[in-house]
């Protein structure tokens, strides 16, 4: 439920929200890490927060650099809306700290909502 209230503030901060465009990709880029952790965290339970913070912070990093990469197959999945939001089109520096910060919110807000669960 929560990874669907994420998904949700997410698409709103990246697509809708009335901030300036570098702004929502901001926003949007840490909404998508504290998403991917959730849902993380729901298919594999017994991972430790700090370990599935980690996990998601590297691989959001890793398909940041494969922007780099343009083979023609891939290309056609970034065409899709599904492949444009999970894969990005362009890569940025600048995209590497937002996914930093929602590695931290991310394992702070899943830490406490673990701990509530005890």
């Known amino acids: 439920m929560i990874s669907v209230l994420i998904g ?3 698409y709103w901060l990246r697509f809708l929200a009335p901030l300036s465009p570098d702004w929502r990709d901001h926003a949007g880029g840490v909404a998508y890490v504290v998403f991917w952790i959730f849902v993380l965290a729901f298919v ?4 430790a927060p700090w370990r599935n913070a980690l996990a998601v ?5 890793s398909l940041e650099l494969a922007q780099l990469w ?5 290309e056609a999945i970034r065409r ?3 492949g444009r939001c999970v894969l990005g089109t362009t890569f940025g520096w600048d ?6 910060v929602g590695a931290v919110l991310g394992w702070v807000l899943l830490s406490a ?3 509530r669960d005890r």
């Open 8 to 10: 949700a503030a997410g």
């Open 44 to 47: 594999a339970p017994g991972i």
């Open 57 to 61: 912070f590297l691989t959001t990093c």
């Open 70 to 74: 343009h083979p023609a197959w891939l």
């Open 80 to 82: 899709t809306f599904i």
């Open 95 to 100: 995209d590497f700290p937002p996914y930093l």
């Open 113 to 115: 909502v673990l701990d």
